[in-house]
């Protein structure tokens, strides 16, 4: 093609100018075109399993206020104190409840004792399920008295099913009042942790592709939900670091939270897979995860979208496969932007491990019922065994 000058000049330098001009254009539209491509490409792949991640907002959250509406607390003035009786020890512990002042509750008139001989003063006794012993409950449980007074019988439990043995519940399953469970539809709700609203200031963590793929911290090898086994084929196709009694490798820490911050530093992605998968089952290995600058990938029971942040999480039950989901990282993990995504819910909200804030709202609820005409759950066991909708992997 020959181009002439526009004032029809012999000239030939303009010409070749105008040449020149051309053909750069040219490369720069191309390289516009493949860019954009490229770009739009990847949004496309990412949209295919989640919302777009470049016009991302934070929804709003359910922030879970479970025994922390000062509103409540304001509502009532004064309060006869309540005594709360631990009958069993939790593990080895004998004193393992903290007292609602240390918890900063709303609400603190409760008290915390396991002196049995308090027993009659007793608002409530906690039962923890792993301690349970037949052939050593409370007297006005196992006589089935119903004297004016009795105290409300409280179950707290923080295993799934697979792992609560059947035989404590002997002589006791129609005898529960309270239940403290991670199941939502527990009278006292008692998560793992929770998604607050942020108090400190947020730094975006570093993109740094270097680090390694996918990690995990595991000490039961076989479980329920045969997780090792899927952990096997996603090796085929990814990097896994294996930390832990599991692995080859060694946290150098004894606290597993001080482990998952040192992971953070050297991993862009967690395995927060549960041992067992059971309704609302999301253990500290979901919430130690989201404290970090790693990207959770979730294998689980529970309801994970419903209640966390949108991006904050990744749940193999998205993928068809253990190979979808190893493709999927490595396009995360190759884009700074895509990776990062997965932290800005962090510029408003934050994960916190909350064991034992449930007394809060044990505290309030003690507070509210009439423990005389109190009826305690029909059939504790089959809602516990048979709406717990636990997976049984073959
Ligand atoms: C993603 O963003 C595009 C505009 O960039 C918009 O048209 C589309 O509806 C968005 N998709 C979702 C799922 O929000
Ligand atoms: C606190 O409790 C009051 C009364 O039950 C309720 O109206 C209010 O919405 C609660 N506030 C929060 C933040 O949950
Ligand atoms: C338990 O409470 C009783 C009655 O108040 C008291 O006499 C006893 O000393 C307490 N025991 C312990 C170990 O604190
Ligand atoms: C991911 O999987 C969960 C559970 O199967 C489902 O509820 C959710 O809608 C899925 N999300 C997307 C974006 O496909």
């Keep these: 093609m020959l181009l002439k000058a526009e004032d029809g000049s012999k000239s030939y330098v303009p010409n070749q100018r105008y040449q020149r001009l051309f053909l750069q254009s040219c490369t720069i539209t191309l390289a516009i075109c493949l860019l954009c491509y490229t770009y739009v490409h990847l949004d496309n ?5 989640y919302n777009n991640f470049t016009r991302w907002n934070v929804r709003e959250v359910i922030v879970n206020t479970f025994g922390l509406n000062k509103s409540v607390a304001a509502s009532q003035t004064s309060r006869e104190r309540k005594l709360v009786l631990l009958w069993t020890p939790y593990f080895s512990e004998k004193d393992w409840l903290p007292s609602t002042h240390d918890l900063h509750c709303p609400i603190q008139e409760c008290d915390v004792t396991s002196n049995r001989s308090l027993l009659p003063k007793s608002s409530a006794v906690i039962l923890h399920w792993r301690n349970i012993d037949s052939d050593d409950l409370p007297r ?12 409300l019988v409280a179950l707290f439990n923080k295993e799934a099913p697979p792992n609560t043995p059947v035989d404590s519940l002997t002589g006791i399953n129609q005898k529960i009042h309270l239940t403290i469970t991670y199941r939502k539809d527990s009278d006292v709700y008692a998560p793992y942790g929770r998604i607050e609203k942020r108090t400190k200031a947020f730094t975006m963590p570093e993109f740094k592709p270097d680090r390694k793929s996918v990690c995990w911290l595991v000490s039961h090898c076989q479980t329920q939900s045969k997780r090792e086994e899927y952990v096997e084929i996603l090796k085929q196709y990814i990097d896994v670091e294996v930390f832990g009694k599991c692995g080859n490798h060694i946290c150098p820490y004894e606290k597993p939270l001080d482990c998952y911050f040192w992971l953070a530093k050297q991993c862009k992605f967690y395995l927060s897979f549960e041992n067992s998968i059971c309704k609302d089952y999301a253990t500290e290995k979901l919430y130690y995860a ?6 959770p ?9 419903k209640y966390l942040p949108p991006h ?8 068809s496969s253990p190979k979808n989901l190893a493709k999927y990282l490595h ?5 700074q932007s895509s990776y990062l995504s997965y932290f800005k819910w962090k510029e408003k ?7 034992y804030w449930w007394l809060c709202d044990l505290c309030h609820t003690l507070h509210q019922t009439e423990t005389k005409t109190s009826m305690p759950h029909p059939d504790f066991s089959s809602w516990w065994f048979g709406e717990s909708n636990c997976a049984f992997v073959e």
């Design 140 to 151: 006005f449980i196992t006589d089935d008295s119903n004297e004016i007074g009795t105290p």
């Design 45 to 49: 792949y990412n949209n295919h399993f």
């Design 349 to 355: 909200y934050e994960s916190t491990f909350v064991p």
């Design 290 to 295: 989201l404290m970090t600058d790693m990207i």
């Design 331 to 335: 396009e995360v993990s190759r884009t």
């Design 297 to 305: 990938i979730v294998m689980g029971g529970d309801d994970y979208a």
């Design 312 to 319: 904050s999480f990744i749940n193999v039950a998205n993928f």
